[in-house]
């Protein structure tokens, strides 16, 4: 049994502690982080733009970079420390969605903590990228909470019904 663990800043205890709970022990697990380009991009595009004409190495993108990458090793030494037990590390770089998405190609299962507006249950305790991993996953998802699950009196109420017309 192949399991992918999605490890992001804030939410990745959960994941790993359903792992811990979930997998057996014959499980291949695998920690996956993924670091966005979008900021490091933007960096890049400015100082290309406005001040790197001729001066490649004092591109702030690629320090940037550096330290996301240093950032994601961390992170994902952090949550092998928490699992315990053997695990392959991952870090991937790209349009974040996409990359867990296609990290999970094969996987028999995905582990997704919700990311959104975690006060109420329903579809806004997942952000975008959650969301579009837990529409498009070609495997079975296990989405857990980061804390404790709010009660059922946080559902909000059904939309109001037209009347009847006799």
């Known amino acids: 049994m192949a399991i992918v663990v999605w490890i992001v800043e804030g939410t990745w205890p959960a994941c790993v502690d359903a792992a811990s709970a979930h997998a057996p022990e014959e499980a291949d697990i695998v920690?996956?982080?993924v670091t966005g380009q979008e900021i490091?991009?933007?960096a890049h595009g400015a100082f290309a733009g406005l001040l790197g004409r001729g001066r490649p190495e004092r591109d702030p993108g690629n320090q940037m970079e550096q330290l996301?990458?240093?950032s994601a090793q961390q992170l994902l030494q952090k949550a092998a420390d928490r699992l315990g037990?053997?695990?392959?590390r991952i870090e991937r770089t790209g349009r974040i969605e996409r990359e867990v998405v296609a990290a999970?190609?094969?996987?028999?299962l995905l582990i997704v903590a919700r990311d959104?507006?975690?006060s109420h249950l329903g579809p806004k305790s997942l952000g975008p990228a959650s969301r579009f991993v837990v529409d498009h996953a070609p495997c079975p998802?296990?989405?857990?909470?980061p804390e404790h699950a709010p009660?059922?009196?946080s559902i909000p109420p059904p939309p109001p019904q037209p009347p009847h017309h006799r």
């Open 116 to 118: 959104g507006d975690r």
């Open 141 to 145: 998802v296990l989405l857990v909470w």
């Open 85 to 88: 037990r053997p695990c392959t």
């Open 31 to 33: 920690l996956l982080h």
């Open 40 to 42: 490091a991009g933007v």
């Open 104 to 108: 999970a190609q094969g996987a028999d």
């Open 151 to 153: 009660g059922l009196a």
């Open 68 to 70: 996301a990458a240093d």
